[in-house]
């Protein structure tokens, strides 16, 4: 019997997460080592200490980690906030200063025995199945396999708060994908702050004669693939400078495995504004990276981010981008106004734009945004849509949609789900 299978007393904790994809990895990973040291995952209305995952990528996202350490603070049943992430990594004093019981801590992995260390369970018994988890659990799973970057874009701090890139052992990555495959998880994503710069430890290339280098993110998905009887696997954000054709070619081989979908930053459709941005690549590098993704995978669904108001953007620049988006037809658009970040260049400079024109910058390239997703959508009419099914009567495509299909589709499987109409962005399959 397993030491959750009956009434007891234990200590409870709830996740708060905020930010990118590899947050959300970490506080997967995070839910899965406190269970396995016996501490229930719950909501904050019923934990006794809470962890806090905080995000720096914009202002807006390092004032709602700040908002959300503040409203758990004022529960009097709380004994400690945890913080750790991006936000809580640059600015330590200001996050514990919020209040007594806030505790930062650098290293995620050590949370789970800080924890039994420091808190205290309640005296009553409690049936941890009856707990309402604020991390339920999902059918997809978002695994870590590299950490953060070497590139010096002139507007980001994380590369700040996350240092230079390194990766997981490939060992590792494969415990965490058994893991999910043994419990039942059909679809992995595998996610990185910069996913394309992941290289194979030393001790598995020279344990399997594989070379480290660029091809080493095709080496791992191969690995995954004879290795694990998973459903599909799934890429997170990848620089245009990291896609390798090896990948493609991968892709290509795999289309019942690999989603074809690919999310890849563009930051700006301006030649000028991606030079001042210190993004290593042009127009029409992005241009010819796509044509050639998609002359192995004409159906394939690339989403995309863009910042809008960059220091120095003019409307023609602006224009440039609208323009370029609309040519490249992204199925969506992950949309950002430049917002200031201490300590980044782009924050020294003196041609700020006024949030106004950001906003109404916005406001036009979220439309063009949202009519490219809906042709998108209507285009797949009549097709066939590969379906990951993650509820009984849903599931989602390979290029994110929500699908309606029929009932009886098994839970963690692909099903082949021919569309036969689209509703408020969501695919009705037969």
Do not use: W
Not at 2 to 15: E, F, G, I, K, T
Not at 59 to 76: F, N, T
Not at 231 to 258: F, G, H, K, V, Y
């Amino acid at each position: 019997m397993s030491s959750l299978d009956s009434p007891q007393s234990l200590v409870r904790c709830a996740l708060v997460n905020l930010g990118c994809r590899v947050n959300h990895a970490e506080i997967e990973a995070m839910r899965l080592a406190l269970e396995d040291e016996n501490i229930a995952v719950t909501d904050s209305g019923k934990a006794q200490v809470v962890v806090v995952n905080t995000c720096a990528v914009t202002g807006e996202a390092e004032a709602k980690s700040r908002k959300a350490i503040r409203r758990l603070a004022s529960k009097p049943s709380i004994q400690a906030i945890y913080v750790t992430g991006c936000a809580a990594n640059l600015f330590e004093e200001e996050f514990t200063s919020l209040a007594n019981n806030v505790v930062y801590v650098p290293d995620k992995r050590s949370i789970p025995e800080r924890i039994k260390q420091d808190a205290t369970a309640p005296a009553e018994s409690v049936d941890p199945h009856g707990l309402s988890n604020s991390s339920p659990a999902r059918m997809r799973r978002e695994i870590k396999i590299q950490d953060g970057c070497n590139n010096t874009c002139s507007y980001c701090i994380v590369r700040v708060a996350r240092g230079p890139s390194h990766s997981v052992p490939v060992q590792e990555i494969l415990q965490q994908a058994r893991r999910a495959s043994s419990d039942g998880i059909g679809e992995i994503v595998l996610a990185g702050i910069n996913l394309g710069q992941f290289r194979l430890d030393e001790e598995f290339a020279n344990s399997t004669g594989v070379k480290v280098d660029a091809t080493s993110l095709t080496t791992l998905i191969h690995h995954l693939l004879a290795e694990l009887p998973l459903a599909r696997i799934r890429l997170s954000s990848i620089e245009p400078t990291d896609i390798d054709p090896s990948l493609i070619d991968l892709m290509a081989q795999n289309p019942q495995r690999i989603a074809a979908y690919l999310h890849i930053p563009l930051q700006s459709g301006s030649n000028t504004i991606l030079k001042a941005m210190s993004r290593p690549y042009t127009v029409q590098d992005f241009q010819k990276t796509v044509n050639a993704i998609r002359q192995k995978l004409p159906h394939i669904a690339l989403a995309t981010d863009i910042i809008v108001g960059f220091p120095g953007e003019t409307d023609e620049n602006f224009m440039e981008t609208y323009e370029f988006a609309k040519r490249l037809q992204f199925s969506k658009i992950h949309l950002f106004r430049y917002s200031l970040r201490p300590g980044t260049p782009a924050a020294n400079r003196t041609d700020q734009i006024a949030p106004e024109i950001k906003a109404e910058r916005a406001h036009n390239l979220q439309k063009l945004a949202d009519s490219m997703r809906y042709q998108h959508a209507q285009g797949l009419k009549g097709s066939v849509a590969q379906v990951y099914v993650e509820s009984p009567g849903r599931g989602k495509s390979e290029g994110l949609f929500e699908a309606k299909i029929p009932k009886e589709a098994p839970l963690g499987t692909i099903y082949a789900a021919p569309v036969s109409d689209v509703r408020e962005d969501c695919l009705i399959c037969q």
